[in-house]
């Protein structure tokens, strides 16, 4: 079935007798070619790629709980490609790129918005570092702006840019930078998948891995053993907990990430603003609720919730850029699980495992790479090759020497 | 969060900062043969376990003991804390 | 007027307010939304889809039709609620989201459109042609979603935090809440009592119930009146404890001036962290309906809600004292609201009853076995459709409730995750027994709503949780209750062709849980996202359970199988400005100060945050038109004469013990142990990883003590790296270590005018190069006999000193340093000419110690000691960091004049540019009054075999690319002659 | 008075010539320039001493005798305080007392604001409610401790039921301030 508006009146004047399924609820095969392990986005969009783009037919995703259950359905949506480092930023505008043509890739709306990401600068040094970055965004095909304070102040005029701690100087601005609707990116891809032919499995939590001789046969699963000549792991937050079940220690931690959302409220925030002095970032949904979010809580966390010093600690940030939500009330929080890798950077690679590979590793930031680590995640799965923009998110970049660390606070993963 | 300092008895969480596992006390021993490929180890690798979790925090705005806390992931709760010196030193 | 007998609002205390412009009188203890309906008023706002007109639906924090914006100007308040707005004189509010006047609300039309909008619509649709959607279909929708809206003025108002401990925890102050807290009182536990209402009671005011055969008002006052005498009780009304967090931490919100017209001195909101040995849920219960068609219209509300605003505040609910009033109800409770109405004498059509055998308890009409499957009234509701035994007939009513059952308040029971357990004889979800440690659910919340039940249960509750913390409480004299007949059945929503609303505010109807079915958007999660259901600002208090109740039907499975949803904290809505705690603007976080920033102020200082740091970015002077005559000014006076900087920013760590030397050894790259008393060495530190972590310098002082200085950045750091270092590396070292930085004002004097200076201030010491040469260190007295620390480094690479002194003395030394030095041309310099004199020198600095460099890309590889193990040397050996080739270098542009951005990219001239062929980037670029032009500092790929050659600097960002010829990262005195005359 | 060591002129903590003190209501607070402060750590396996006489206090208390007072700080370490001899070089006397141990000088590291009640212990804990993490009832006098005061790092010190000094790092000193005076006024309101 296609969606369409031309679908959505016909529906509308015949009673929507004729919507079907978006996807179906098959039990699981004996064996599959490729099982992917983790039905958020990027489990979704690796079996999504893997069907449409690389031809896999025989292909399984496991879900633990519903689909979308973990970061894919409790984060705060943005999608942006203002990266640094060399090993980063083509991936990711490579997931921008992706976005912008996932609506038609997957025939379902996933209300990808390009409104823009605005960060803010607050110091000189701030701004060479900012200007290094945006330049570096140039330079691999994206786009970046640097605003001036007055450039700033006339896109945005409710920033406390003066009356403020740390005054507001100016920004670096992504225009194509923007969100997208969490849970319509899950689902495009899931119908996309589940018409070519992916079983997506809800409710079959991986049990364990059954290996000999050094290769893995498939996975034990609440549903029983189910066999597979490639199972890629796609459990971000869980990656720790489920890897130990293949013996591997990983150079992760797992945290808590909060996320905020407000009660609905008439347009008043255009894009995506980030605070360069405190933890908070802020965009506006659809709805119209402010969604926003700051640092992780700090500590190794399994729990799915937080605690309030980081709610202060976000708010205070949010009133100190800009006072004038202080009206507005919180609705809604949430604590999601996120990989903390010791670089902050993410891992899309082999293991030591034959047919056993990683997708992982995302720190807070996996949402606005659900596309790219979906395609290139299928690429390693179907060629053994890593796709060339995912050359350096390999395992064994940390004992060589060659971390990606954007922020240089080293192998502490709540720093980064 | 309320952490059972072995000293002063349960203090706000606010006060201290938290480092990560414990065995971070536990350097390799830098003559080794493979000392290289133990320190790549000791500094990048994790347990990361969904449950019980022996952690370095820092009582950074109280007393400034390292405390080792031993802590539930999946529910928070706290098993115990000591310092970070008595169990180095317990040990050695 | 429908203002009934009775009720706890004072009626000697009129206010006036205005509703839409149009001005109301109600009375104090009555509610935004009690006044309306005293008035006449039904119509209160506007759905969110549909833009339907709705009425208020409840009389509590659920509601989820009354929403007004309050309040004008800065003070606007977007959605909210009126049931809970506690009337005050003056008020004002105006409905929301609807284009138009209210009664006529042009965005109706979407009503029409209904059909279109069916659950998830959106996502099929608006994809083509791409680019629309952010011009056209988006923005569309952003302006029609939303419900209220800010004023976009800053908040004027004043927030206040603080914490607070007590033994037990009362949240809410019903029957089971006043019971726990009176039993916890007597015993002399410290206790807190919470609730969100601005009165005590609960339920307990809102129904007829008698106590002791009186009106429960009574009751309540009198131990109301006991808890206020106990000093170990703090009663906190008007407070919401909205989150619980781990080990027994509340967050709760009290609204301290929300009542009045404005907040005058006092704070309008606190936020309490709550920290409870024991706590007992007694947050009550949230009534729920049964969805029939157009079940929403305004006049339409939970019966318990119409027994509350009879009862409590005297109001009724239809909009004329004749208009009829009918109950709608699967069990007994709803008889109990016929019955109060009749009591206040209010006109009663009758009860319908979803049972057969339905009971009759009162001088009403009982519609036995019977429905309502229909209503009529455009704003207002005025007919309702009565089906028995498949016969309908018509009936005019004014106001409609409806009685679905009661849903304990699970909510915090579940902020850790912990799901609520079905009950099949309450036909609700009760609390899940692992929900938070030591919290017990009582009364209402604990499935235990008859009065008499949840005044035991409370009681009960308080007594065990005290008892676990050893505090004996002895059971107090509860007063004689009944408990109200709770029998019913499960009848969860009328089926029928027409829309039947479910969720209220996001305008979810049955028919769209069907469609999220037949989707397969069955798991419960999906199905909220799918429709939006239980996503309003009620976070679905009126819905959840009946939403789950349909799909249950769909599926054919039991409720606890289809599903429970989380909760998660916010209870209610909390304002964003009272988590942020008050204190923002140029308060957001506290100012360091250095010791002579107030000298600094008097000469004009411009300063600039340098982390907490306040600090002089430069000292304009009459006539100097822009910053740049400034800082050149103080750098060539530096260069030439003697400059004066404020550097005590920089971390100073006192390490004593006899094993400092080798403690040292082991946090430093390089060798310290070596260093001689009276002698200062440059450090470098490294992560254990390898990499670059901080410079500084390390003198000592003493046989065993030692003087560390860090950079400002990394002060607090690379303490705590050193504690670590001290208590769980090598315990078994004898040292100690303290921070000083705040005890000493440290001012560097530089230029080769720098000993004539001091030489006027010291007492009696030898500053000749030959007594105390670069790289000294030294105790002394200055200025007839104050100590002071001396130490002989530079970081400008001209002569110079850095002069420590206990830190109330700061101000008056460097004042004293101008008055001696005035003759020398002495001149206060700011983080502006420091930062040049740097650049100029080639050291390294925040934008080359980032975090990502090493040693040997700062050249200071060498200073990464083979002989001894250090924390990172190791590491730092890898493979990836040794091949990294890229060498700090200067950069001179071909014109001089024309400026070099940092953070501009490095190419080969003629090569192409893109991430592949980058070499590197300009990491600082200042212009150089001692150059008299630009330069840089930059990293380059193969840089150090590369003095001389042409590259270019590219800044796309800006549309520049210049042209820049490689040099010697030190621009001024490369050999270092000057600081060591 | 003791006599001035040099001919420079101090100011305080808050920048003036004259230590500050303000009152609010039942609350006065005031700078003390005049408190000198030095902290003692002792080296390994050293015996307890007892610098001057004044035995040191266990765990999260403080003691005081005459014009000296000392709280704990950390295991083995302490803060010794000398009243109105902020002038002096007191880290050397305390050094001379207790050669073996490690002492810093610590009185400009510190600015001192007493806090006096006249309505004895409800106004100063109304206060501590308001800034501090600390349960009062279980702090009352002869306990102190460090704690977190709206993002500065302070030391608390229950003097007496009526009587509470909070220290905070100089350089915050204004900030310091600030906290405590908004409080105070919102108190009295």
Not at chain 3, 162 to 176: M, N, R
Not at chain 3, 488 to 502: D, E, I, Y
Not at chain 3, 554 to 567: A, D, H, N, V, Y
Not at chain 4, 28 to 54: H, I, V, Y
């Amino acid at each position: 079935m296609k969606f369409s508006g031309f679908k959505v009146v016909k529906e509308a004047l015949t009673g929507h007798k004729g919507w079907r399924p978006l996807w179906r609820n098959p039990d699981p095969k004996p064996a599959y070619d490729i099982v992917i392990v983790g039905g958020g986005g990027h489990g979704l969009a690796t079996a999504f790629y893997l069907a449409k783009t690389f031809g896999a037919l025989n292909v399984a995703v496991l879900e633990k709980g519903w689909i979308g259950s973990g970061n894919a359905g409790r984060n705060t949506t943005i999608i942006r490609s203002n990266y640094l480092l060399p090993g980063n930023q083509p991936f990711y505008e490579f997931s921008m790129k992706l976005w912008e043509t996932l609506e038609q890739d997957t025939n379902f709306n996933s209300m990808v918005s390009q409104r823009g990401i605005i960060n803010l600068i607050h110091t000189d040094g701030q701004r060479d570092a900012y200007r290094r970055r945006g330049n570096a965004m140039r330079l691999s095909g994206a786009d970046a702006r640097l605003l001036s304070r007055d450039e700033l102040k006339k896109m945005v005029p409710f920033l406390n840019c003066d009356n403020a701690r740390f005054p507001i100087k100016g920004g670096l601005m992504q225009p194509r930078a923007g969100t997208a609707r969490h849970d319509g990116v899950v689902w495009g891809y899931a119908r996309g998948a589940d018409m070519r032919g992916v079983d997506i499995i809800q409710n079959c939590e991986v049990t364990g891995f059954r290996i000999e001789d050094g290769r893995v046969l498939g996975v034990e699963t609440s549903k029983g053993f189910i066999g597979a000549k490639k199972v890629g792991v796609s459990v971000a937050g869980s990656s720790g907990r489920v890897m130990s079940m293949a013996g591997m220690r990983l150079p992760i931690e797992s945290h808590a990430l909060q996320a905020f959302v407000s009660e609905g409220l008439k347009p008043t925030i255009p894009g995506v603003i980030t605070f360069g002095a405190g933890h908070f970032y802020v965009s506006q949904s659809d709805k119209g609720g402010l969604v926003f979010g700051g640092d992780i809580d700090g500590y190794n966390s399994y729990a799915q919730r937080g605690n309030l010093p980081v709610v202060e600690d976000v708010l205070e940030g949010g009133m100190a850029l800009m006072p004038m939500i202080g009206r507005a009330r919180l609705l809604r929080s949430w604590g999601g699980l996120v990989d903390m890798s010791m670089d902050g950077s993410p891992i899309i690679d082999k293991t030591d495992i034959d047919g056993l590979y990683f997708n992982g590793a995302w720190c807070y930031g996996g949402f606005k790479a659900t596309p790219a680590a979906g395609y290139t995640f299928a690429h390693l799965l179907a060629t053994d090759r890593p796709h060339e923009t995912v050359t350096a998110f390999r395992f064994d970049r940390f004992n060589r020497g060659y971390v990606i660390d954007e922020k240089g606070v080293g192998a502490q993963p709540n720093l980064h | 969060m309320l952490i059972p300092h072995p000293l002063l008895g349960l203090r706000d969480s606010q006060e201290f900062t938290y480092f990560g596992d414990a065995s971070l006390m536990w350097r390799p021993d830098p003559e080794a043969p493979e000392a290289e490929a133990a320190f790549c180890e000791y500094v990048f690798l994790r347990d990361n376990p969904a449950g019980v979790h022996r952690e370095l925090w820092f009582h950074e705005q109280g007393d400034r003991s390292w405390l080792v806390v031993t802590r539930d992931t999946t529910t928070h709760e706290i098993l115990g804390a000591e310092l970070a010196s008595d169990v180095k030193g317990a040990a050695q | 007027m429908t203002r009934l007998s009775g009720g706890l609002i004072d009626r000697s205390r009129p206010l006036n307010f205005t509703f839409n412009g149009i001005s109301y009188t109600g009375f104090e203890g009555d509610t935004l939304a009690s006044a309306l309906l005293a008035n006449g008023v039904q119509l209160m706002g506007r759905s969110f889809k549909y833009h339907r007109p709705r009425g208020v639906f409840a009389a509590g924090s659920e509601e989820p039709n009354a929403m007004v914006e309050l309040r004008t100007g800065a003070r606007q308040e977007p959605n909210t609620r009126a049931t809970v707005t506690e009337l005050f004189e003056g008020l004002t509010a105006r409905s929301q989201n609807h284009m138009g006047p209210l009664h006529r609300d042009f965005l109706a039309v979407n009503d029409l459109l209904s059909p279109f909008f069916a659950a998830g619509f959106y996502y099929k649709t608006f994809m083509w042609p791409k680019a629309f959607w952010e011009k056209l279909y988006e923005p569309a929708i952003r302006k029609a979603a939303g419900l209220g809206s800010l004023s976009m003025l800053p908040d004027p108002d004043d927030y206040d935090k603080g914490f607070l401990h007590c033994d037990l925890l009362v949240i809410g102050a019903g029957a089971a809440g006043l019971a726990a807290a009176l039993a916890a009182g007597r015993a002399g536990a410290e206790v807190i009592l919470a609730d969100e209402d601005f009165a005590l009671g609960g339920r307990l005011v809102m129904e007829g119930d008698l106590l002791d055969e009186a009106l429960a008002t009574g009751w309540v006052a009198t131990v109301k009146a006991e808890l206020e005498s106990l000093p170990n009780v703090r009663i906190m009304t008007r407070t919401t404890v909205f989150g619980v967090y781990d080990h027994g931490i509340f967050g709760a919100v009290e609204r301290v001036s929300d009542h009045l017209p404005t907040p005058g001195d006092k704070v309008r909101q606190t936020l309490w962290r709550i920290t409870a040995k024991r706590t007992v849920l007694a947050a009550g219960a949230t009534e729920r309906h049964m969805p029939f068609a157009d079940n929403d219209r305004p006049g339409v509300m939970l019966a318990g809600a119409m027994r509350a605003y009879a009862n409590r505040w005297a109001a009724s609910p239809v909009k004329r004292d004749d208009d009829a009033i009918a109950i709608f109800t699967n069990g007994d409770d709803g008889h109990r609201t016929a019955l109060d109405l009749i009591a206040k004498g209010a006109k009663v059509l009758g009860v319908i009853d979803t049972r057969e055998t339905a009971p009759k308890f009162g001088d009403y009409e009982v519609f036995a076995g019977a429905t309502v499957t229909g209503t009529k009234g455009r704003l207002g509701l005025t007919s309702i459709e009565i089906t028995r035994g498949g016969r309908s007939e018509w009936h005019s009513v004014g106001a409609l409730g409806i009685a679905g059952g009661w849903n304990p308040n699970v909510h915090l029971a579940s902020h850790h995750r912990g799901r609520p357990v079905w009950n099949e004889r309450l036909l609700a979800f009760v609390p899940s027994p692992d929900g938070p440690k030591g919290l017990i659910p009582a009364g209402a919340a604990a499935g235990k709503g008859g009065t008499a039940e949840a005044l035991e249960d409370g009681m009960a509750a308080a007594i065990k949780a005290l008892a676990e913390l050893e505090i004996s409480a002895a059971e107090i004299s509860l007063p004689k209750a009944e408990n109200a007949s709770a029998e019913q059945v499960a009848f969860w929503h009328v089926p029928g062709q027409k829309r039947a609303w479910v969720d209220f505010q996001n305008d979810v109807t049955v028919k769209d849980i069907a469609l999220a079915h037949r989707e397969n958007m069955t798991p419960v999660e999906h199905l909220k996202r799918w429709t939006t259901l239980g996503m309003a600002t009620d976070q679905g208090k009126t819905s959840n359970v009946s939403a789950l109740a349909v799909m249950a039907e769909l599926t054919g499975k039991s409720i606890p199988e289809t599903g429970t949803t989380m909760f998660r904290p916010p209870y209610t809505g909390v304002s964003l400005a009272v988590l942020g705690g008050g204190d923002s603007g140029p308060l957001f976080r506290p100012r360091r100060l250095t010791p002579t920033h107030h000298w600094a102020a008097a000469q004009g200082a411009e300063f600039v945050e340098v982390g907490p740091w306040m600090r002089a970015q430069y000292f304009p002077r009459k006539g100097e038109m822009q910053w740049r005559e400034s800082v050149d000014r103080e750098v060539l006076a530096v260069r030439a004469g003697v400059g004066l900087c404020d550097v005590t920013t920089l971390g100073k760590i006192d390490v004593q013990g006899p094993d400092a030397g080798e403690f040292l050894n082991r946090i430093y790259a390089n060798m310290m142990g070596t260093l001689k008393v009276g002698k200062v060495r440059y450090g470098l530190m490294l992560r254990e990883d390898g990499h670059a972590y901080d410079d500084g310098t390390c003198a000592r002082m003493g046989e065993d003590h030692y003087v560390v200085t860090t950079t400002t950045a990394n002060a607090g750091l690379v303490y705590r790296q050193m504690e670590f270092a001290h208590q769980c590396l090598w315990p078994d070292l004898d040292v100690q270590l303290i921070s000083t930085t705040d005890a000493w004002a440290q001012i560097a004097v530089a230029g080769p005018k720098s000993r004539a200076l001091l030489s006027r201030i010291v007492d009696d010491f030898d500053l000749s190069n030959e007594a105390f040469p670069f790289m000294s260190c030294a105790a002394l007295t200055i200025c007839n006999g104050l100590r002071a620390r001396l130490f002989r480094i530079s970081f400008s690479g001209e002569l110079a000193y850095e002069l420590a002194v206990p830190a109330r003395y700061g101000h008056a030394l460097m004042a004293r340093l101008m008055e001696m030095g005035a003759d020398l041309g002495v001149t206060p310099y700011g983080t502006e000419a420091l930062a040049v004199l740097r650049i100029e020198k080639g050291h390294a600095a925040g934008a080359e110690l980032n975090g990502q460099t090493t040693a040997q890309m700062l050249g200071l590889g060498k200073m990464v000691s083979v002989k001894k193990d250090s924390i990172g040397a190791v590491m730092s050996r890898r493979e990836g960091l040794a091949a990294d080739t890229r060498r700090l270098v200067g950069f001179r542009s071909a014109d001089p004049q024309t400026q070099i951005m940092a953070g501009s990219h490095l190419f080969p001239e003629g090569a192409e540019q893109n991430m592949a062929t980058d070499q590197g980037w300009i990491t600082s670029a200042c212009y150089s009054p001692h150059m008299k032009g630009y330069i840089a500092l930059g990293l380059l790929e193969d840089g150090a075999a590369r003095l001389g050659e042409v590259v270019v600097a590219a800044n796309p960002l800006e549309g520049q690319a210049m042209k820049l010829e490689v040099v010697s990262a030190h621009f001024v005195d490369p050999e270092g002659g000057r600081l060591r005359d | 008075m003791i006599e001035p060591v040099t001919d420079l002129a101090p100011i305080t903590a808050l920048g003036g010539t004259v230590p500050r003190s303000e009152i609010f209501g039942a609350l006065t607070l005031s700078e003390n320039a005049g408190l000198a402060l030095a902290s003692l750590a002792l080296r390994k396996d050293q015996e307890m001493p007892k610098p001057f006489g004044l035995p040191l206090p266990e765990v999260g208390k403080a003691v005081s005798m005459g014009g000296l007072a000392a709280f704990w700080t950390g295991r083995g370490q302490w803060m010794i305080e000398a009243a109105g001899r902020g002038e002096t070089d007191f880290a050397a006397a305390l050094k001379a007392e207790v050669p073996k141990a490690c002492v810093s000088e610590q009185t400009d590291g510190w600015v001192a604001f007493d806090i006096a009640s006249t309505q004895g212990a409800a106004p100063i804990e109304a206060l501590m409610a308001r800034l501090v993490n600390l349960d009062s009832t279980g702090f009352g006098p002869g306990c102190a401790t460090r704690t977190g005061l709206e993002h500065m790092s302070v030391f608390v010190i229950r003097r007496s039921e009526d009587r509470l000094t909070v220290m905070g790092m100089r350089t915050f000193a204004d900030a310091l301030w600030h906290a405590l005076a908004v409080t105070a006024r919102r108190l009295d309101d």
